[in-house]
């Protein structure tokens, strides 16, 4: 089991960055695949990038490539969504995610954080 808590979201400019740490707590927490989703209102949640558990590997959606890094500290226990370059469409409720393998859809991830708010004014 794991229990996870995101954070770093708020108002940002177009143009501007944020970086969304998110704490997971439990011992088995270097075993999982980690992920980023993010879910605007009116639409579904959306895959925006992943980290394999040594952090050597990862992979991203098309709209947040070359702007977004994710990253892992397993000595933290955190994982880490740097988005830079934001743009108003990328406004939306950001959730990190745990699997024990690497995936791109939602329903494939077994335990999830609350969210984080994050909206970028033009």
């Known amino acids: 089991q794991v229990q996870l808590v995101e954070s770093g979201g708020g108002l940002v400019q177009a143009g501007g960055s944020l970086r969304l740490p998110c704490a997971a707590s439990?011992?088995?927490?270097?075993?999982?695949?980690m992920g980023w989703f993010r879910q605007a209102p009116g639409k579904e949640r959306e895959f925006v990038a992943a980290i394999i558990r040594s952090g050597g590997s990862t992979v991203y959606a098309d709209s947040v490539k070359g702007r977004f890094t994710i990253s892992r500290d397993n000595a933290k226990n955190t994982v880490y969504l740097q988005m830079n370059s934001l743009k108003p469409e990328d406004t939306a409720v950001y959730y990190c995610?745990?699997?024990?393998?690497?995936?791109?859809?939602?329903?494939?991830?077994?335990?999830w954080g609350q969210g984080t708010q994050v909206t970028v004014s033009s």
């Open positions: 995610a745990a699997d024990r393998f690497i995936a791109t859809r939602a329903d494939d991830y077994d335990y």
């Open positions: 439990g011992r088995t927490y270097g075993s999982y695949v």
